[in-house]
């Protein structure tokens, strides 16, 4: 706690008046600073990352998806995607070129998973294939925008050179 101490002797140019020693011991405050410093760091809850869960599969390859209902994304350069419904040799809707946004990608989405799942009352197979000029950014977005549309089945594959032709056509490549 806090001492006071008086002692006989006399300040140098005062007449009579003693001089005070004041000593505050500090100990129970600093054990009490810590003590307050350790209580919130084990409370305090750190920033949770964000993360998106991929549910990977663990077994054999599936079997063959039906063409009525694959929905195939290309992304391209400059933030481009080129998507069809369909075979890339048959398709059902031609392949388009569209942007990453609401009145883009995600209209396609909704747009055409609402026709596959009325003519075949299943869902909707999203094929997502990036190209060597598309950014690991652009595959985010679609990643969210497949979420945002509630896409259920989805797999990010390697593009193949029909893809990159058509994507070369389209000037998004």
């Known amino acids: 706690m806090a001492e006071l101490n008086s002692s006989p002797q006399k300040a140098g140019g005062t007449r009579g008046r003693k001089k005070m020693n004041v000593?505050?011991?500090?100990?129970?405050?600093?054990?009490?600073?810590?003590?307050?410093?350790?209580?919130?760091?084990?409370?305090?809850?750190?920033?949770k990352s964000k993360a998106m869960d991929v549910a990977m599969?663990?077994?054999?390859?599936?079997?063959?998806?039906?063409?009525?209902?694959?929905?195939?994304?290309?992304?391209?350069?400059?933030?481009?995607?080129?998507?069809?419904?369909?075979?890339?040799k048959n398709p059902i809707i031609a392949p388009t070129i569209t942007g990453l946004n609401k009145d883009g990608i995600r209209k396609a989405l909704f747009e055409t998973s609402k026709m596959v799942h009325d003519k075949t009352s299943k869902s909707m197979i999203?094929?997502?294939?990036?190209?060597?000029?598309?950014?690991?950014?652009?595959?985010v977005n679609v990643l969210d925008e497949l979420n945002i549309t509630n896409m259920q089945t989805y797999a990010i594959v390697d593009i193949d050179g029909h893809d990159t032709d058509a994507l070369k056509q389209k000037g998004a490549y």
């Open 126 to 139: 999203v094929v997502v294939k990036p190209s060597a000029h598309a950014v690991y950014k652009d595959l």
């Open 57 to 88: 599969p663990v077994g054999p390859e599936g079997g063959p998806v039906p063409a009525s209902r694959s929905f195939t994304i290309c992304l391209g350069k400059n933030s481009q995607v080129m998507w069809y419904l369909g075979e890339l």
């Open 23 to 47: 000593r505050v011991d500090l100990t129970a405050m600093v054990d009490l600073a810590f003590l307050l410093i350790t209580f919130f760091m084990l409370t305090t809850t750190l920033s």
